[in-house]
């Protein structure tokens, strides 16, 4: 550290204050940067990084809990402390001392209120998204049960087509659509029957698209009435077993839950994205 | 009718005195009135240019910011680089006829400043460095106030408006004069001719040195201490050498200092130890400046204001905390409230008592130090408890922390005398100076 400096020097990664110690001091932030991160279940995440001039640590002074997050240096950093004792004696004489502090903490809030929405929208939009889940409930069952194409089709609003929603698998032709009661997959829709067929050339109701399949498992999709069919199938000579029909049909029941919860989701979402724009419009004002 | 003592849109405040109280002042009373989007004016007449070296661009102090001012510009976003800081500070060594022992920041953080506050000793211009009060005048500047670098001459009142004229320059009308003149010029006559019961402070004569190292020597002897000499010499209450980047400001407090006082200093071998005749070094220069020690009665009228040394500081340390805190307050109470006697007496009067009250726990606890220092037992028996306070780790450090805060200004005198009564504090001491004694007589 030089000597024309004030405060105390750390070096790349060391470590100011632990989240969850016993806190008694404030910090100015005199050279260098501070990054303040948060303990998850994912690792740990970094919700601030604090330039020159920045205050840090101020809020164990006032809600007197341990620290809520770590303080880390980022690179080297020099770093000022505001003794707690010495801090309120000065305030409580001139409490406009407190007005830099109080405004540095309310830009904090601003900027968390700013992302908390744009958690809440990433949120939704999860959730709202009826392909993206359909997606994942696809990737979900590739997973568990080999196979070299799949679909999920949903019956569409008029409720008497079905068209693909999702699809892997590279002779699958996800343009294909169905009504009920036709081809395998309309047929289950119908019957609300989970199917196993190993020879899908010899069933009648087999509709051929210009993908060759040889075997398939189609399992429909209910929530209260039928909503639409999980297909897996290959187009080689391998085959499914009963073992495979009864874990796909383990997972179209969550895979139904999770449309339906998109489905409603989706019509809530425009209600809710009004009320969040309407909530941070006064915010702002 | 509107209070015509209310400052409104387009209002102007002469601030008379750039030194640190005004531009403290100016920099809190624009920041407070865009808080309430108040439009007012501010200009600052300093006739001194603080970039140029020696006594001309000078506001003559030893330059220390406290521990205490430190954090509290740091908390208002003012923060010293090292554009303004000559050295961080981490320690005292308290040197004493009887020996010497070092009082550490209990962090072992670089607490507290040594600036200059003009662009430092004769000889040393164009450095890289940055006066202390040009920086603050500066920040003033950046907060919207206007510098006008003319000497104020007089001040009179025009249709119960102060106006303030210059041998060189225009008038101007003012809703609100703020005497910032400190104490070191014939302006505060320009005060007592208004009639309103102003007095310029007593003062004593203090005087100071500036003595060049080779930088490497006086890292080496010095380091990031302030250097305390407290000497059985009847003249001088107390000495600090202030280590800088190449200079040493010696501060030396008492009575009536004069030219010989310095050489008087230099030559008591307390002093010689530290800075031994071997050790080459050259004075670069020397003052003699006045130090406020008692504050006048009426620091303002209607429309006037006195703030820092022109009106009350603190005895013998953090002169510029009082700036701060004296600046601020009557900032607070233009913006906030009013510019009429009744305001200030309401809102700025307590600030300016607070201080006043608390010196005279000051003086009680110089007394007590002149005690010290003039008996070998006391002296020795004080020693021997700091340094063992300083050598464990665990104990408590009632004394060195006593002592701490009354040099570095970092506590109120009150606070410190009423923490001297402590009962297991007074027990260490009254314990060593027995032995001290019993020794003695041996
Ligand atoms: C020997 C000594 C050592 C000290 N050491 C320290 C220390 O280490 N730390 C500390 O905190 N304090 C210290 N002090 C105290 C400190 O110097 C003062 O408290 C501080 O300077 C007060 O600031 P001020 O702005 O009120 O006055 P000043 O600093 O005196 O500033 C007054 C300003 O007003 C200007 N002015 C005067 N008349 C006019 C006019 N007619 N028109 C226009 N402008 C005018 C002057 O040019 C000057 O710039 C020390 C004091 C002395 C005497």
Redesign the pocket.
Same mark, same amino acid.
């Given at each position: 550290m030089r000597e024309d400096e004030l405060g105390r020097m750390y070096s790349e990664g060391e470590q100011i204050f632990g989240e969850g110690q016993e806190g008694d001091r404030m910090y100015v932030i005199q050279a260098g940067r501070v990054k303040i991160t948060k303990k998850s279940r994912t690792g740990d995440m970094t919700i601030a990084v604090l330039e020159s001039g920045d205050i840090f640590g101020e809020m164990a002074l006032f809600d007197k809990l341990p620290r809520s997050a770590t303080a880390t240096a980022m690179g080297n950093t020099r770093v000022l402390t505001i003794d707690k004792d010495k801090l309120f004696q000065t305030i409580s004489r001139d409490p406009t001392l407190a007005f830099r502090i109080i405004s540095s903490m309310s830009s904090r809030i601003r900027r968390l209120d700013d992302e908390l929405i744009q958690v809440k929208k990433n949120k939704l939009n999860i959730c709202t998204d009826l392909d993206e889940t359909c997606e994942y409930i696809l990737e979900e069952a590739k997973n568990v049960i080999p196979a070299e194409n799949g679909s999920i089709m949903l019956l569409d609003e008029d409720g008497e087509t079905l068209s693909v929603r999702a699809a892997f698998g590279k002779e699958w032709n996800p343009k294909i659509k169905l009504r009920v009661g036709e081809g395998v997959a309309g047929d289950v829709l119908k019957t609300g029957k989970a199917e196993l067929i190993n020879s899908v050339s010899q069933d009648a109701r087999f509709k051929s698209g210009s993908a060759k399949i040889s075997s398939m498992l189609c399992v429909p999709l209910k929530w209260k009435t039928s909503i639409g069919t999980l297909n897996m199938s290959n187009s080689s000579n391998k085959l499914f077993t009963l073992e495979d029909l009864k874990m796909l049909r383990s997972l179209a029941m969550y895979a139904s839950i999770a449309i339906q919860n998109a489905k409603s989701c989706a019509q809530l979402k425009s209600t809710t994205e009004e009320m969040i724009m309407h909530v941070s419009l006064l915010d702002v004002s | 009718m509107a209070d015509p003592f209310i400052l409104e849109d387009g209002s102007h405040i002469a601030v008379?005195? +750039? %030194? &640190?109280?005004?531009?403290f002042f100016s920099i809190f009373a624009l920041r407070m009135a865009k808080m309430i989007n108040k439009n007012l004016r501010v200009t600052i007449?300093? &006739?001194?240019d603080f970039s140029k070296d020696g006594p001309l661009g000078c506001? #003559?102090?030893? %330059?220390?910011?406290?521990e205490l001012?430190v954090q509290a510009l740091a908390v208002e976003g003012i923060n010293l680089s090292d554009r303004i800081v000559q050295r961080g500070i981490d320690s005292y060594k308290l040197h004493t006829d009887h020996g010497t022992v070092s009082i550490d920041t209990p962090t072992h953080e670089k607490r507290i400043a040594a600036v200059y #506050?003009g662009g430092g000793p004769k000889g040393t211009m164009g450095q890289e460095k940055e006066s202390f009060?040009g920086f603050l005048l500066n920040l003033a500047r950046q907060e919207g106030a206007l510098h006008v670098p003319?000497?104020?001459?007089h001040i009179e009142y025009r249709n119960s408006k102060p106006v303030l004229l210059?041998r060189e320059g225009d008038v101007q009308e003012a809703d609100l004069v703020v005497g910032?003149? %400190?104490?070191?010029?014939? !302006?505060s006559k320009?005060f007592e001719h208004m009639r309103f019961g102003y007095r310029r402070p007593e003062t004593v004569t203090?005087?100071?040195a500036e003595i060049g190292f080779d930088r490497d020597i006086l890292s080496e002897r010095f380091g990031a201490s302030v250097h305390l000499f407290l000497l059985p010499l009847k003249e001088i209450k107390f000495a600090?050498m202030?280590p800088k980047g190449t200079y040493v400001t010696i501060?030396?407090?008492g009575k009536n200092m004069n030219v010989r006082s310095v050489n008087e200093f230099l030559d008591h071998p307390a002093v010689a130890a530290v800075l031994p005749a071997s050790v080459p070094y050259k004075i670069g220069c020397r003052c003699l &400046?006045?130090?406020?020690v008692r504050a006048p009665g009426v620091p303002f009228t209607d429309r006037v204001v006195m703030?820092?040394?022109?009106g009350s !500081?603190r005895l013998f340390?953090?002169?510029?905390?009082?700036?701060y805190l004296m600046g601020k307050a009557a900032a607070k109470t233009a913006v906030f409230h009013g510019v009429s006697a009744d305001h200030f007496r309401r809102e700025y009067l307590p600030v300016y008592r607070s201080i006043v009250n608390d010196n005279r726990y000051g003086k009680i606890l110089f007394q007590a130090t002149d005690l010290f220092k003039k008996y070998k037992t006391l002296t020795r028996g004080m020693l021997k408890v700091i340094s063992r306070e300083q050598e464990d780790q665990y104990r408590s450090k009632r004394l060195s922390s006593v002592l701490w805060d009354m040099f570095t +200004?970092n506590e109120r005198y009150k606070n410190i005398f009423f923490r001297t009564l402590n009962f297991p504090l007074q027990h260490d001491l009254l314990c060593e100076i027995t032995k001290e004694f019993i020794a003695g007589k041996a």
């Open positions: - | 008379v005195g +750039g %030194g &640190p109280t005004g531009s007449y300093e &006739p001194k506001n #003559r102090c030893g %330059g220390i910011i406290s001012l #506050r009060d003319l000497k104020i001459d210059s910032a003149i %400190g104490v070191k010029s014939q !302006t320009l203090a005087a100071i600090a202030i501060c030396i407090l &400046p006045q130090m406020n703030c820092g040394d022109a !500081t340390k953090d002169g510029l905390g009082a700036a +200004g």
